[in-house]
């Protein structure tokens, strides 16, 4: 058997590579590296099978979705969101999505709101949680003490070095530069195990961000989760705001008992939340039975590949021949990307002009 590690090649977000990562500790080896906005341009060397455990968020190119027939997939500690770019709904996993997801079923939904996408098509399914929980501690991290600050505004950060004078007060960010983006995966896998070492060993950890969140609390670090509660925030994190301190920025700064429950959490005393979920290390051990059962399962077994089209066919009669309207269609995303931005800022300018207008006349009829 062959193994393909998903990963989002072009990201501009950490977050993805950690969620590549938690899956690769789980494949005995990495053959091919699979773009996760096109699965389904995937063609292996031969006609074979390729194991993939696909545990991310999907998905930006909506119509990408199926992957491609050569992938085995485990579905778990899954996200599906609305298409971003065209439609803004989910109809993307109707028709032979849905038919792929049953066949591939069932499936482990990182949130609930996935889990009742997949209930309303008839799609086995259950809450897995996040990959990211199955992380274990390194042996060589030492204590820093420090207050770790991921992607917090400067209000925040300044809160924190208030309220922790003598920790040093690190702030990181899961944003990747043009530089930084689309290197190649040694680089980024070292990247992120720098990040996850230095979440370890910090004492408090505060971010709005899910994979720094799960993370350090796999890797025994107390958490603070800033939510904005939006929709974003109901659908992807909200099944976790129990496991950590939960709340929204300006609550953080303007509520006094936040001051003790933070100071309480950087010393090793969070109390637990409540929560109908299964704690992390619940979640934590069945995630780590799913991924390694598969791989034990899928090492033993000779997949019949003759339903599998001849891999210069499938080339030929799907992936050259929507080629050119691919491209077509993300020439046509990013002009309607660069319309809404140029119309953002005519508003703007028309606002401005609007506002000199009116201060304009009301000087000039101003009888002194």
């Known amino acids: 058997m062959k193994y393909g590690l998903v990963y989002y090649h072009n990201t501009e977000n950490v977050g993805d590579d950690i ?9 005995p080896q990495v053959d091919y590296y699979i773009e996760r906005e096109a699965m389904n341009l995937f063609v292996p060397e031969e006609k074979e099978y390729v194991a993939a455990i696909l545990n991310g968020w999907y998905l930006h190119f909506s119509y990408e979705f199926p992957p491609s027939p050569y992938l085995l997939p485990l579905f778990t500690g899954t996200h599906f969101t609305r298409d971003p770019l065209i439609f803004g709904d989910y109809s993307y996993l109707d028709g032979i999505a849905a038919d792929y997801l049953k066949r591939h079923a069932p499936v482990g939904c990182r949130d609930t709101h996935t889990r009742e996408l997949m209930e309303q098509r008839g799609i086995d399914s ?6 990211t929980l199955t992380f274990k501690p390194f042996a060589d991290v ?16 300044d809160y924190a070095r208030r309220l922790f004078p003598d920790r040093p007060v690190i702030r990181m960010t899961h944003r990747l530069t043009g530089e930084e983006r689309g290197a190649d995966w040694p680089l980024r896998e070292a990247r992120v195990i720098s990040y996850l070492k230095t979440y370890q060993a910090a004492d408090l950890v505060i971010t709005p961000r899910l994979h720094c969140a799960l993370p350090s609390l796999a890797l025994g670090t107390p958490v603070v989760l800033i939510g904005n509660f939006n929709e974003d925030f109901q659908n992807r994190l909200s099944d976790y705001a129990a496991y950590c301190i939960c709340c929204g920025e300006e609550e953080l700064m303007a509520r006094q008992g936040y001051e003790d429950l933070l100071r309480n959490a950087a010393d090793g005393m969070t109390a637990a939340g409540q929560s109908t979920m299964p704690d992390p290390a619940t979640l934590a051990a069945c995630l780590t039975k799913t991924c390694s059962d598969f791989i034990r399962t899928v090492s033993a077994q000779e997949p019949d590949v003759s339903l599998l089209p001849e891999p210069a066919l499938y080339r030929e009669l ?8 691919r491209r077509a269609l993300v020439h046509m995303l990013d002009a309607c990307q660069t319309l809404e931005q140029q119309h953002i800022h005519d508003v703007s300018v028309m606002n401005q002009l609007l506002a000199t207008a009116k201060k304009a006349l009301a000087l000039s009829s101003d009888p002194q």
């Open 19 to 27: 969620l590549s990562y938690a899956a690769k500790r789980f494949l």
């Open 318 to 325: 799907y992936v050259d021949r929507t080629h050119y309207m």
């Open 142 to 157: 030492a204590p820093s003490h420090a207050i770790v600050l991921t992607d917090v505004s400067d209000s925040v950060a």
């Open 126 to 131: 259950y809450f897995s949680g996040c990959l």
